[in-house]
């Protein structure tokens, strides 16, 4: 995976590259294929969950396994919608659509993913496209460190 920025085509060398992590993600969810996530998280990501999934997941065998229990219980697939990323901050944004056949259900979000220096995603933040929660006081992901990280709190 190229990751070094050298000018304007490095960029877009770089941002390719990153679309390509994203997708191939994806196509890993799908599949239920370590192989496949190996070549595009980090050994050490971190999948954020939005408030009540149990989150968050931490090393790519959990990845694995947290979404191979939903494609067979569920016959989930996912499939990407639209991706941006961004080379600088090494960051990229996807649409998504989950499809849930046994559950008769259909859902969109967009998931934030950070990139460590080789390439590879460490980090996953997932966002669902839902009403918001007002029987609780704040609607975030579980454990995410938004103080930590310079977020408004």
Known sequence: MDTHAT???GLALQRSAMEAAVR???????????DL???CLSEHVVHYLAGGMSGPIEGIDPVVERWGA??????SHW?????YADAHS????????????????VLR????YRFDASGLIDEVRIYYASRRDDTVPVN??????????????
């Open 109 to 112: 979000g967009a998931e934030v």
């Open 140 to 153: 975030e992901l579980e454990g995410f460190p938004y103080a930590e990280r310079g977020f408004a709190t």
């Open 7 to 9: 000018g304007d085509e």
């Open 79 to 83: 499939a990407v919608d639209a991706v």
């Open 24 to 34: 191939l993600y994806f196509e890993a969810c799908n599949k239920v294929d370590r």
């Open 37 to 39: 996530f190996a070549q």
């Open 70 to 75: 939903d494609v067979r219980a569920n016959d």
């Open 90 to 105: 090494r960051t990229a944004v996807c649409e998504w659509t989950a499809f849930k056949p046994r559950l008769g259900k």
